[in-house]
């Protein structure tokens, strides 16, 4: 039950973060040096991931030219000895015969997404992984699911507890029999108001899933929010395949919003080997007021 294939979906219009995300895809975002999709990227790696799906808006190639080579970018960096930056942007490529980019013709929602990419998920089971949401753990996320599919196999779904209050930002799990870190799903409900929410448990933009999901999808209507909803073909599968929610061990950053995104880049920014020692001392001065008054606003 190894898993070779990741789907990255990356076509979403990201409306929170207009204008930015008006011709940049919000995945193209940068956490301190890094697009959000590169950190996305290098956590399927370092689960094993081998070919790499991405669906993207029509006619964007922002991504695809992010991994791959850039001759003149090289050449000039050789040139005058960025060692250090050349490395790091030969070895943030992807062979092109391991990448495939896929459009999502219109933004239908993140279920509508992860079916255009079928044809080349083909009949095993796929990591999908959502950029926005970035995970700082100490073993990369996707591996901790990995290790613990590669026990139980079925549909597996990243959990955290969340305030109840805040369910009607995530699909809510119904959980059943708990064993570690696995938790068995009973049902799954998309954005819930706070009294109908099973549980605490929210899902994370981390899946492995069967192939089956494909054929679910096909058949759904648009749920919540007129989108055609991932959680919802998972729902449908249970009875089918085992599925269970992994409660990870890390931190999640919700990047798909403003303050998601400003403390994700204040805690990589603070820990960082090269700017972290300025970056507290800025931040103290902000805590403190003395910067805040003379910064004026925007
Ligand atoms: P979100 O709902 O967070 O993204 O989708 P969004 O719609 O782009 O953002 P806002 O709410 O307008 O700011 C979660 C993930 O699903 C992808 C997004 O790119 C993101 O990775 N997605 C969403 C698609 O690929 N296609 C869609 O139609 C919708």
């Known amino acids: 039950m190894t898993l070779r294939k990741a789907i990255f979906p990356i076509a979403g219009l990201g ?41 993207v808006r029509p006619g964007n190639r922002t991504i695809e030219a992010h991994f791959s080579r850039s001759p003149d970018l090289e050449d000039n960096l050789r040139r005058r000895g960025r060692k250090a930056e050349l490395e790091s942007i030969i070895s943030s490529c992807i062979d092109p015969a391991k990448a495939r980019y896929v459009p999502q013709d219109r933004p239908l929602g993140l279920g509508h997404a992860i079916s255009c990419a079928q044809e080349y998920a083909g009949d095993e089971p796929v990591a999908i992984l959502l950029p926005d949401d970035l995970i700082r753990a100490p073993a990369p996320c996707l591996v901790q699911m990995a ?136 931040v103290r001065r902000y805590a403190s007021g003395e910067a805040v008054s003379s910064a004026g606003g925007r």
């Open 15 to 55: 409306t929170r973060f207009l204008p930015a995300t008006k011709s940049v895809p919000k995945e193209m975002l940068p956490v301190v040096d890094k697009p959000l999709i590169q950190y996305a990227v290098e956590e399927a790696r370092a689960a094993g991931i081998e070919e790499f799906i991405f669906v």
């Open 147 to 282: 290790e613990a599919f590669g026990r139980r196999g079925g549909n597996m779904i990243a959990v955290m507890d969340v305030p109840k209050v805040e369910a009607p930002r995530y699909g809510m799990v119904e959980p059943g029999h708990r064993d570690g870190r696995l938790i068995e799903i009973k049902g799954l409900v998309e954005k819930p108001t706070p009294e109908a929410a099973p549980s605490t448990l929210a899902i994370v933009g981390r899946y492995i899933v069967q192939p089956g999901v494909f054929r679910h999808l096909m058949r759904r209507q648009p749920g919540a929010g007129g989108e055609i909803q991932l959680t919802d073909a998972l729902a449908s599968m249970i009875g089918e395949a085992p599925c269970h929610g992994f409660r990870f061990e890390g931190r999640r950053f919700d990047c798909g919003a403003k303050i998601g995104f400003l403390e994700a880049n204040l805690a990589y920014a603070l820990s960082d080997s090269m700017i972290g020692e300025e970056a507290r001392r800025l």
